[in-house]
């Protein structure tokens, strides 16, 4: 027994070194060092850059190398960019399981920003689908600069006409996650009932949009001062959530895309058809298992009940970006900003996007003649 015992708690001590020893790693930041910058005589553009984890304060507006294409790359002079939370997520490395993929201590990309608009400048010699001067939109890393590179099968899309560049720039990260968490993760189908817990941020306008052009009744849910921008987006009903719990409404949803995660699993379950599904987008701030909490409680959860529940992870695709450039041509979906930024303030815009209080989307204005 006693040996048994000894056993168990040199068990136990080594998995808790093994755990603060993960956590330490997991934690660890490195001191910044200064960017390398520009060989003499190479081609150079402006762009901001990071060498360690941490605040807006740690970015560098910096001199690097302009990109050139390769055979089947597409090099686009940046006209505007979107800023979203995966930014400053990136930026400061949290939660701190993120490090797993973006790099334990430093980060092993160095350019920030995703979403872009702009015009082709120059192609590879095997790039068939686009153009120099054509005016495109899309998702690459390294957008808070003059010039992206993106490859001619990833995230880009011809422009439509009647979207500025600013609105197209606010379109990438927001609008697929919003056209996948109904599509793919919720099976949204016309005539069904969709709630939507944050309509009014960046992924939630689009939501409401795009379920209403899928044929759905739409719920809102958002702050007092923003009721009118998502009855204006198309939703049914806006629920005010300083006013009125939605998970005490008595109503019964088929889907709930859930961006702000301040509801339980269970309680978000007591407003689902017993067959609906809940999507999780978005949750809890925190730097370790916080965010992760309803993740888990949804997929133990599910393992018991006919509900189909849990996380969403978007996927940048082109044959999503070219559907959505659609429902912009038809008019359907209308990129929503909120306030604009000069490419030397993005770190201001990235600490009003940390905020969570944005009204639809943050743009930078790399180039702002539209």
Known sequence: MKLRYKILSGASVAL????????????????CEPYPGVS?????????T?????????????????????ANEVLVKVRAAGVNPYDWHNLRGSPYFMRLGTGIGKPKETRLGVDFAGVVEEVGVDVTAFSPGDAVFGGAYGAFAEYVLVAEDRAIAPKPANVSFREAAGVGIAGITAMQALTDSGKLQAGEKVLINGASGGVGTFAVQ???????EVTGVCSTRNVDLVLALGADRVLDYKKEDYTDSGSEF???VDMVGNHSVGKNRTVLAPAGRYVIVGGPSGDWL??????????????????QL??????MRDDDLAALAELMQDGKVRPQLDRTYSLADVPEAIRYSE????????????????
């Not at 909490?293 to 133990?300: E, T, Y």
């Open 355 to 370: 905020t969570g209080r944005a009204r639809g989307k943050i743009i930078i204005d790399v180039d702002p003649a539209d």
């Open 290 to 307: 916080g965010p992760l909490m309803p993740v888990i409680n949804a997929a133990v959860t599910s393992l018991f009940v006919d509900q």
């Open 16 to 31: 808790l070194l093994v755990v603060a020893a993960a956590g330490f790693t997991l934690s660890y930041t490195a001191d």
């Open 210 to 216: 795009i379920a209403k052009a899928m044929g759905a």
């Open 310 to 315: 849990g996380m969403m992870i978007a996927k």
């Open 50 to 70: 990071y060498t360690c984890y941490g605040s807006p304060d740690v970015l560098e507006f910096s001199d690097v190398p302009k990109p050139e294409p390769g």
């Open 40 to 48: 003499s005589g190479e081609a150079s553009m402006k762009a901001f």
């Open 254 to 256: 088929d889907l709930i």
